[in-house]
């Protein structure tokens, strides 16, 4: 059993560092080989968006240290992520990431394997979106998370203050290094990805808006649960992801093949009356 631990934090040895460090403590302590990797220690660049990898089946195209993080993926059993929150959300570094894991994504390659999502924020009520960027990073590989949760600390070190989180990610590192699969964080409102982003449609019935899940609200002793409505499929589902992938993204290209022409045409026409110059993106 081997467990990965990743920190998108630039700060080395800061607040993000000690729990994932945590988690990994957990599943040595259980006998599980640990590694753990920073992101800032490599060089991964913005996906370009050409598709290459989905077009032509094959690893990212980019020549950065993207190759390195997807190794340490695949010999992993399990992967435990931590994010700061910066403005609400996650690293940049996590978005990066995870954009350039989209044929992964495709072919669910890491589908099983257990996950730990933690990210940490100065103080509540500052938690933004950072936690559902992350949770979406393991979901959309098709890897079952074990918990979720944030924790709390200011300056750099003063995690340590949060000894709930504390010793909630060296459980968690224990329970990934025995195996588990199964969700055994704070259930949340989605019983989906266990966060809490139902909104409501025009028509007034409520749905998870990381899940694309429709629901209704259903009383119990007193309190509102939030119940999927029979049908409604998450669109983390494989039979959801490859639907999506095989009837959407790849039949775009022959579309696209056939309009080239006419969309350079219309760009050149386009930045001739905008005076534009710059190169395309």
Known sequence: MKILGISASCRKWGNT????RHVLQGAAEQGAEVQFLRLTDF???QCK???????KDRDCIIRDDFAVILEALRQADGVA????IHNLFAAGSVQMLTARLFRQ???SEFSGKAGVAITIGGMPGWEGWALPQLVSFFLSLGMPLVDQFIGYGQGPGEIFYDIQSCNRAIEAGKLMAGGETNFRGCPGTCPVCHCDLVFTRGDGRPYC???DLSGAWVEEGGTKRFVPLSGSRPRWQTMQIRDHFDNLILPSGKRFLGRK???QAKLDAFRKGAG???SQD
């Open 261 to 263: 022409e006419e969309i």
């Open 49 to 55: 968006g050409c598709l290459t990898c989905l077009f």
């Open 276 to 278: 534009g110059s710059d």
């Open 105 to 107: 994504a495709y072919h």
């Open 209 to 211: 808006t990381l899940c």
């Open 17 to 20: 560092e000690i729990l994932i």
């Open 43 to 45: 060089t991964i660049s």
């Open 81 to 84: 992520l931590g994010s700061p």
